[in-house]
């Protein structure tokens, strides 16, 4: 593109950043020298009491917490898009006609959308890799939800049965009983398996709604609303003023209610636009940081190319170059990353739908 250079690309694609996302403060950014990732899952921040003994004896040495270890390869994420030959003309056009004093803006806004299309593409599937595999404990990539048919990638973190659990009564009808039942329940599970409190619930938008309309909440919260109006549903600010109210019973718990929406393109052409977070779970965890997001540089930027622009910023590579016949320009967007959770084994997952856990 006329007037399109390396510095220009690179000061465009360094604007941009992840703000809207949740998984780089879920999952921060750590750089990898190898196409694999390595998580050694410990019971690690465990509170291990000295042992008091008389002066002069032999210190007894503490067993040492096994390690499960967690392998995996980073996967090639990747996204393209073009412009036709129209398209192209029309760019011409507006160079053509914007004379010896360019309007650089609209010049710029033509090719950038391009560029920003592909990083927001990146960034869309890490944030549903992500928030699938802490709300189900495990991800997998079909022809349903992966528009490439090359390749397929699964993820099970095998939690552990007795920390995937449901609810003694769904919260269906409005009455379920999540604070003096579900919530106490998952927190002892928590303690008495992993010796640790839990001080975050997640749960997307729908989840929290149907939580926060249960009967028990909404009058266990009616002093904490503004309004105090009878029956009204307590927002997210009034219930996680009750859990901190009763930091005795809760030990802290607060709720991060996840507002998120990706769309996906199936291999069979299909577009859906949802929340990565399932609906119906809340997961336990004792940190908002579950692990990191490992990523490697692609190889491609340092592939020599007189003919490709190329900008790389945090773990995405944007690529701009041309085609002869038909006419293209080709934008794309690669990325080596892999969201990593290790906190998986020290969560609890429930479901707040059914007595027991019923999600794939």
């Not at 199936?266 to 809340?282: C, M, Q, R, W, Y």
């Not at 990523?295 to 995405?316: E, G, N, R």
Request: charged share 25%.
């Amino acid at each position: 593109m006329v007037g399109l250079k390396q510095a220009d690309l690179q000061a465009v694609v360094s604007s941009y950043n992840l703000e809207q996302y949740y998984y780089p403060t879920l999952f921060p950014l750590r750089e990898t020298s190898l196409l694999s990732w390595r998580m050694l899952e410990a019971q690690a921040g465990l509170k291990v009491a000295a042992d008091v003994v008389a002066r002069g004896a032999s210190i007894p040495a503490k067993e040492r917490k096994s390690m499960d270890k967690f392998y995996g390869e980073i996967p090639k994420l990747s996204i393209a898009r073009e412009k036709n030959e129209d398209e192209l003309t029309d760019y011409d056009l507006m160079v053509a006609t914007s004379g010896e004093n360019p309007d650089m803006r609209s010049l710029i806004e033509f090719w950038a959308d391009d560029t920003k299309y592909c990083w927001h593409g990146i960034a869309a599937r890490a944030e549903w890799i992500a928030l699938q595999q802490i709300s189900l404990g495990k991800f997998s990539l079909t022809a349903d939800n992966n528009f490439s048919v090359v390749s397929q990638y699964e993820m099970d973190y095998r939690i552990p049965a007795k920390q995937k659990i449901g609810v003694q009564t769904a919260y269906n009808e409005g009455k379920g009983r999540p604070l003096t039942q579900d919530i106490p329940r998952a927190m002892s599970i928590g303690r008495n398996e992993h010796g640790v409190t839990y001080k975050y619930a997640f749960m997307n938008v729908d989840t929290f709604l149907k939580f926060s309309s249960q009967e028990e909440v909404i009058k266990r919260c009616m002093p904490y609303t503004l309004q105090n109006v009878t029956g009204e549903t307590p927002d997210l600010l009034t219930v996680n003023t009750y859990l901190a109210k009763h930091a005795e019973s809760y030990r802290g718990l607060q709720i991060i209610v996840i507002d998120q929406e990706i769309t996906l393109q199936s291999g069979k052409g299909k577009h859906e636009t949802l929340n990565p977070f399932a609906n119906d779970v809340i997961l336990f965890s004792e940190s908002k940081v579950l692990g990191n997001t490992y990523w490697k540089t692609p190889i491609d930027v340092k592939m020599p190319s007189s003919s490709t622009l190329k900008a790389l910023h945090a773990h995405t590579l944007i690529k701009k170059y041309s085609q002869e016949s038909p006419v293209k320009e080709i934008t794309e967007g690669i990325a080596n990353l892999f969201p990593v959770w290790n906190l998986a084994g020290r969560s609890v997952l429930m479901q707040i739908s059914a007595s027991r856990w019923e999600k794939n």
